[in-house]
C-alpha cells in the first residue's frame, strides 16, 4: 500500500540513519534518532495526514522522531521552530 505518509517516514528515517542522505549533517549527524521501530508504530502515532501540505515536526527541535515528540505542522510552524 503506497501512502503519503510511508513516504515520509522513509524520509525522516533517513535524515537520521544514513550518512549520505544530504541533510543527514541537520539530523543524525547532530545526535537526532529515528526511533519508530515500524511505520505502523509510526503511523499510529501521527495517523493520516490531515492535509497535503503539512509534514512531520518534531515539538522539541533538538529531540528525536519519537512517540510524543512528532506532529503534523504547516512549512510555518515549522519555521518558528528552529535552531538558531
Not at 503506497?2 to 522513509?10: A, D, G, H, M, V
Not at 528515517?13 to 529515528?34: A, L, M, Q, V
Request: net charge positive; aromatic share 14%.
Amino acid at each position: 500500500m503506497k501512502l503519503p505518509e510511508r513516504r515520509l517516514y522513509w524520509a525522516a528515517k533517513e535524515r537520521c540513519g544514513n550518512p549520505h542522505n544530504k541533510s543527514y549533517k541537520d539530523y543524525g549527524g547532530r545526535g537526532i534518532e529515528f526511533r519508530f521501530k515500524s511505520f505502523e508504530e509510526f503511523y499510529k502515532e501521527l495517523g493520516p495526514r490531515p492535509a497535503p501540505h503539512l509534514t512531520i515536526d518534531r515539538i522539541d527541535n533538538d529531540g528525536h522522531y519519537e512517540p510524543g515528540n512528532v506532529h503534523w505542522a504547516t512549512r510555518l510552524e515549522q519555521r518558528h521552530n528552529r535552531r538558531s
